[in-house]
């Protein structure tokens, strides 16, 4: 199987359904660092990034807005005094797709690259 983080987002319509408790038991692993939160009845992947200080967790939030714009997904971004709190959820389907899983594992390369 291809690494999420080499995997490119598909086109996702609105109707098509989340993943079930069971796909994302499966691809949740392959990005161990993310929580599965619920908000608003809506599960989403959420995981805190900590940084030196403003300028760079500002540089991080802007990588993830490019990768964002490459792939046509776009999270929710928090960015803070040394701290950028990174949400990916698909919005048209109200719920987790996985592009979602993708987007995180492209987001945590970010670091590593």
Do not use: Y
């Amino acid at each position: 199987m291809e690494a999420l983080s080499q995997t490119k987002c598909t086109s996702c319509r609105a109707g098509e359904p989340t993943l079930t408790d069971s796909e994302i038991a499966g691809l949740h692993p392959e990005i161990p660092d993310w929580s599965i939160t619920e908000r608003d009845g809506i599960k989403r992947l959420e995981r805190s990034f900590k940084f030196k200080n403003f300028v760079e967790a500002l540089s991080f939030t802007n990588s993830v807005g490019a990768i964002a714009e490459e792939e046509g997904h776009h999270p929710s971004i928090l960015t803070e005094w040394g701290k950028v709190t990174v949400t990916w959820w698909t919005h048209k389907i109200r719920g987790l797709h996985k592009n979602d899983f993708v987007m995180a594992a492209k987001t945590d390369r970010l670091l590593s690259g």
